[in-house]
């Protein structure tokens, strides 16, 4: 029980700096030589990786949400999806020909395909913490500040992509993005093969899959941040008793 009590006491270190809340952690779960209460709750490892688990949902699910909603990825700055790089050249051309609003117009639709698509992202997250096995939750509690992201990233990339896409290319056919995309392509293509120069890919499917996923990380990210901070503000009975009883 004493060296159970003293991993948890070490894997909370990371969460809460304060040195006092590891001394009552390690005095909450019955080690360090301190008596706990009678009214104080008896802590185990799955209570505390159930409580991890719980937080990281409900992080996770404030974050698809935020990437869902209309503007979600269109306006933020920190996800927006731009006219692709390497059409740049294409970009230019299509200013210069009096097409900009048709410009933005792809740019809109880009990001209202990934707002689309995140709505069928949170469960394909939510899986993977649930089949988090404790050796899990403790490395992330150990870990570095963005750990459950990065354990995301490893368990769910894959899937996540195969997904997504098919999400993502319904999306553009719903916001009607390659009436847009299409005739610009094919101009500039017709362009760029009398030039001398190199022709877009006319398909945007991996392209809004790729920033979309890459966006949904960057929120997930943000949320985990504010889990790590401040877990009272997740407001369940489980994480009370998990985390609420550590800061009386």
């Keep these: 029980m004493k060296r159970s009590a003293l991993i948890f006491g070490l894997s909370v270190c990371m969460v809460f700096s304060s040195c006092e809340v590891l001394e009552e952690v390690v ?18 490892n799955d209570e505390v ?5 719980e937080a990281l949902k ?3 699910q404030k974050g698809a949400d935020m990437a869902c909603k209309l503007d979600g990825f269109y306006k933020n700055p920190a996800i927006m999806i731009p006219f692709p790089s390497d059409a740049q050249a294409m970009k ?29 992202a949170a469960p394909i997250f939510v899986d993977a913490i649930t089949n988090m096995s404790v050796s899990d939750g403790f490395a992330i509690l150990n870990g570095t500040e ?27 056919a719903t916001v ?20 001398g120069k190199s022709e877009v ?28 901070k401040d877990p009272l503000a997740q407001v369940t009975d489980l994480l009370k008793k998990v985390f609420g009883s550590l800061l009386d």
């Design 201 to 228: 890919n006319p398909d945007l499917d991996q392209y809004v899959t790729d920033l979309g996923i890459k966006g949904l990380f960057h929120l997930v990210k943000q949320e985990e941040a504010k889990i790590r």
């Design 176 to 195: 009607k993005l390659t009436s847009y995309w299409s005739p610009i392509a094919d101009k500039y293509n017709k362009f760029a093969k009398l030039a």
């Design 92 to 120: 230019d051309k299509a200013i210069e020909w009096g097409m900009e609003a048709k410009v933005t117009e792809i740019e809109t639709t880009l990001n209202r395909a990934a707002e689309e698509a995140s709505k069928k």
């Design 58 to 60: 409900i992080g996770i």
């Design 146 to 172: 963005d750990a459950a992201t990065n354990y995301l990233k490893n368990a769910t990339t894959t899937a996540l992509t195969t997904a997504f896409k098919p999400v993502v290319h319904e999306a553009i």
């Design 49 to 53: 990786i159930a409580g991890l688990k």
């Design 27 to 44: 005095n909450t779960t019955g080690g360090g030589g301190g008596t706990p209460t009678d009214n104080t709750p008896k802590l185990t």
